[in-house]
Structure formats: structure tokens, C-alpha cells
């Protein structure tokens, strides 16, 4: 049977990010779902946005978005740690 010691470093670095993934939903569980409880189109920039600045989303988490929507995140990112 194989076990965690038996496990490659690059491996246990996966399930110890996986396992500090699901900590942070864990403590941030409310809030979480108070943030995404009837999410709309209209409401999903500004969310993103907020999750951004409050360092729950890195930059790596945005990759995705066109890059006005980046640039927006980055400048309200900006604003809100003034």
C-alpha cells in the first residue's frame, strides 16, 4: 500500500496545497456564501473584484479575464488598499 511518506516531494506538494485550499473555504465558508448567493452578470466584475483586493484572489486567479477587466482589477485592487 502506498503511502504519504512513499509519495514524490512534487506530489506532496500538491496535496498540501489542495489540503490549504480547502482551509480557506473552510474558515471563509460564510463568507463565501454570502459573497456568491445570488450571483448575477451584473454583480460578478465588482465580486472578483472585491476577492481581489481582499488578497483572496491572486493575480494567477485572473488570467482568464480580458485586459481591460485586468486592468480594472488591478486599479480597484489599487484603490481599495489606499
Known amino acids: ?3 504519504y511518506s512513499d509519495l ?3 506530489d506532496k506538494r ?7 485550499l480547502c482551509k480557506t473555504i473552510i474558515n471563509h465558508d460564510k463568507s463565501i456564501s454570502r459573497i456568491f448567493d445570488g450571483l ?3 454583480r460578478f466584475v465588482i ?3 472585491g476577492l481581489f483586493a481582499d488578497d ?4 494567477d486567479d485572473l488570467k ?3 485586459p481591460d477587466t485586468f486592468e480594472f482589477m488591478l486599479q480597484y485592487k489599487h ?3 489606499e
Do not use: C, F, R, Y
Open 1 to 3: 500500500m502506498l503511502t
Open 8 to 10: 514524490p516531494k512534487s
Open 14 to 20: 500538491i496535496i498540501q496545497e489542495l489540503l490549504n
Open 40 to 42: 448575477s452578470g451584473s
Open 47 to 49: 465580486t472578483v473584484a
Open 56 to 59: 483572496i484572489l491572486k493575480e
Open 64 to 66: 482568464g479575464l480580458t
Open 79 to 81: 484603490i481599495m488598499d
